[in-house]
């Protein structure tokens, strides 16, 4: 089932940090705030298109450096002072529990490279989970009325 709609992507400067944890042991890795000069935005509610490859790259990148099994995000805004304030937010969390062994990654060590979206991409990204239920429910539907056949 094709989608309907398509919501269009932007390209624009935005500003990300990664950050890393393992449930196996305490430590957590921030990356630094980066510039990312090419990132695609979706125009309709302003998420990074493919963040989930992003995350992988820092997943991959410390699990290469021996730290494996990591689950890794991305926090970006298009705004440098709201990426900074999400920055300071999650890092106060981890360095004032005093639980955690808090490690930074500089620009030296770590950058996210740049990803361009496809169009399989772009139709994922711009999918809601509202159009999702719908798209379900319709092929529900389709499915229920479709001829049976004969009992025999």
Not at 59 to 64: G, H, I, M, T, V
Not at 85 to 109: E, I, P, R
Request: net charge positive; with cysteine; glycine share 2%.
């Amino acid at each position: 089932m094709g989608l309907q709609s398509h919501a269009k992507n932007k390209m624009v400067k935005t500003y990300a940090f990664g950050f890393a944890a393992s449930f196996n042991d305490s430590t957590v890795y921030f990356t630094d705030v980066q510039v990312l000069d090419s990132a695609w935005l979706n125009e309709k509610n302003n998420f990074l298109v493919s963040r989930d490859n992003y995350s992988y790259q820092l997943r991959d990148y410390l699990a290469e450096h021996g730290m494996p099994n990591r689950t890794c995000i991305i926090c970006f805004s298009p705004n440098e002072k709201k990426a900074y304030k999400k920055y300071t937010k999650l890092s106060a969390k981890y360095t004032k529990a005093g639980n955690f062994n808090v490690k930074h990654l500089s620009q030296d060590q770590f950058r996210f490279k740049c990803i361009t979206p496809n169009d399989t991409q772009n139709a994922e990204d711009e999918m809601t989970k509202k159009e999702a239920r719908k798209a379900a429910k319709a092929q529900r539907k389709a499915a229920k009325n479709a001829p049976r056949p004969p009992k025999k």
